[in-house]
């Protein structure tokens, strides 16, 4: 029996999607078997930062409408093999499906897999109730910024309400401008939303270079990022690794972030 | 105040009308009736200019209140208000020597009344008066009486699960039950204001709004986005980024307290303010009160306040 978790965050691209993609990758490269499914229906993107979009046939709203089975629309990765993917749809929209459907379809893959993820779209609407309809836990993305803060504020008081545990994930963390006091720090943020550090992922142009190629940046290991997300995964199994000080560039920033 | 029986009453006696007004402590409310009362007996052509004389009971009026009265009479009834007289009807009060406006300064009234014989054996005090009168009128079975005061404000009214979440203020004693609580005015306290408040014990977050009608202790924050909402008084023991809102009906006399007061905006009553740029640089490290000083919401450290 898996646990589904459900990759959210209120504001829109604050990378909900990078995250999705790189910790699934991350953890089936562990040896875990793992599904990830884009809720984002309609506006489908988790397969473009995959690398699958040419492979897809079937998918979320075929096998909710029982058009297909599951099996049929799930899509293996090049190169990991424990890894596959749920595609959204891309001609339909966030009322094609009900969070009563979403629920049992996790319910089933669950069954299957040891983690089932749900790339949620932005908002609080149809979309975002769809996705947490099935999930287990919940994961908060939110960039250290006033209006990312909010809006996860407002989606972990809605988490809260549906009983979902979440922990907290910073992404796009500039080292020199929280040195330099122009960019909140992970405590700044932790004051108002109070609730685990799952990580901090630093900014990374390999991010954006891997999305464009479709490979998940984690495979990079000069990426800071992509090393992040590793080690978000490995916490997610259980592993109890210290949030790292960033010592490689300037031992400065160790009394920023060694207290975590 | 027998709920039924309302708050202003104009009734003749002889040669003269007389203006009744059975509790004055809650002024704004004594506005409301009064001019409610004016437009519903269609007073403008019934009254024609007659004089009337104000009967209040025993309680104080202060030339500020008379003249917002006489105001409204002249306005909505066309009535004279003449003079204040005491009304053979009234309700026990003793008439503080040194009786100075019943507006006073806010959060410390400076008329100290014995329990009235209608509202039972709950302290008069200017600020508890009207709270008590709005819950016989609302709720019979007012628990203020029943209560003790540490129990009160220590109890714990669990929030219903909803992302706008309202607390309504519970009665927690059976009202069978006799009297039994300990008369405040042994222990000397004064200035008593809420002798009812609900305690909740979790943090705001954006979106989330909560409503009271007696006062508010949340053990937590209020977070940018959330409203924390009273018709009472308001204490936070937490951060406050968001909006609070105290004395929601027309208690000016109501405070917002926060550890650390960093709010959007501050409301009480119909007062409105938002922190200026700078304040927002220099934030006090001490727990700052708010309240209502002419017309204006000003914000004082605790230790002043205090004294």
């Not at chain 1, 009322?95 to 983690?115: G, N, S, Y």
């Not at chain 2, 220099?282 to 708010?290: C, G, H, K, T």
């Amino acid at each position: 029996m898996g646990e589904t978790i459900v990759v959210t965050s209120g504001k829109g691209g604050v990378g909900k999607t990078t995250s999705t993609a790189n910790i699934s990758a991350a953890l089936a490269s562990e040896g875990k078997r793992v599904v990830a499914i884009d809720g984002d229906i309609g506006l489908r993107n988790l397969d473009i930062v995959l690398g699958l979009e040419n492979r897809i046939v079937y998918n979320l709203v075929d096998v909710i409408k029982k058009r297909c089975r599951p099996k049929q629309a799930l899509i293996r990765d090049k190169k990991n093999h424990n890894l596959f993917l749920l595609p959204s749809s891309q001609v339909d929209d966030k009322t094609a499906v009900t969070p009563e459907e979403m629920k049992e379809l996790c319910a089933e893959l669950r069954q299957e897999f040891d983690f089932v993820f749900i790339d949620c779209p932005a908002g609080i609407e149809q979309g975002f109730k769809n996705a947490i309809a099935g999930a287990d836990t919940a994961i908060v993305v939110s960039t250290p910024e006033v209006s990312s803060v909010r809006d996860a504020d407002r989606v972990i008081g809605l988490l809260q309400h549906n009983d979902i545990p979440a922990s907290l994930l910073v992404n796009r963390v500039s080292l020199e401008m929280v040195e330099s006091g122009e960019m909140m720090s992970k405590d700044d943020v932790m004051d108002i939303l109070a609730i685990d550090l799952l990580g901090l992922i630093v900014e990374d142009p390999e991010i954006l270079i891997a999305s464009n190629q479709g490979i998940p940046v984690v495979l990079n290991t000069n990426s800071p990022a992509g090393q992040a997300y590793l080690r978000i995964a490995k916490r997610l199994l259980g592993e109890q690794i210290e949030i790292p000080s960033f010592e490689h560039k300037k031992g400065v920033f160790a009394r920023l972030f060694g207290r975590s | 105040m027998n709920s039924g029986k309302s708050l202003v009453e104009i009734k003749g006696s002889g040669s003269t009308l007389g203006l009744h007004i059975y509790d004055i402590s809650f002024f704004a409310k004594v506005e409301k009736e009064l001019r409610k009362l004016l437009k519903r007996s269609n007073s403008k052509q019934f009254f024609q200019g007659a004089n009337i004389i104000l009967k209040t009971a025993g309680n104080d009026v202060s030339s500020n209140e008379f003249s917002k009265l006489s105001t409204i009479l002249e306005e909505e009834g066309n009535l004279h208000l003449i003079k204040t007289e005491e009304s053979t009807e009234s309700i026990e009060g003793v008439q503080s020597a040194d009786s100075p406006t019943s507006s006073g300064i806010p959060g410390r009234p400076s008329t100290f009344r014995p329990p009235a014989i209608q509202k039972s054996t709950s302290l008069a005090s200017e600020t508890t008066a009207p709270q008590i009168a709005k819950e016989n009128k609302t709720t019979k079975k007012s628990s203020v009486k029943n209560d003790p005061l540490t129990k009160s404000l220590l109890s714990a009214i669990p929030s219903e699960k909803s992302p706008t979440r309202k607390v309504k203020k519970k009665p927690k004693q059976n009202p069978a039950e006799p009297t039994a609580q300990p008369n405040l005015e042994l222990f000397g306290l004064r200035d008593v204001d809420a002798l009812d408040a609900c305690l909740i014990r979790q943090t705001l977050h954006s979106g989330q709004k909560i409503y009271s009608k007696s006062s508010i202790v949340l053990l937590g924050d209020v977070n940018g986005g959330a409203e924390i909402v009273s018709d009472n008084n308001i204490i936070i023991l937490g951060t406050l980024r968001g909006v609070a809102h105290a004395g929601l009906e027309g208690n000016y006399q109501a405070i917002v307290f926060a550890l650390k007061m960093q709010p959007t905006q501050l409301r009480i009553s119909d007062v409105f303010s938002r922190p200026s740029t700078k304040d927002h640089m220099d934030q006090s490290a001490e727990s700052e009160v708010a309240f209502v000083e002419d017309r204006d919401i000003v914000i004082e450290t605790c230790q002043k306040f205090r004294v």
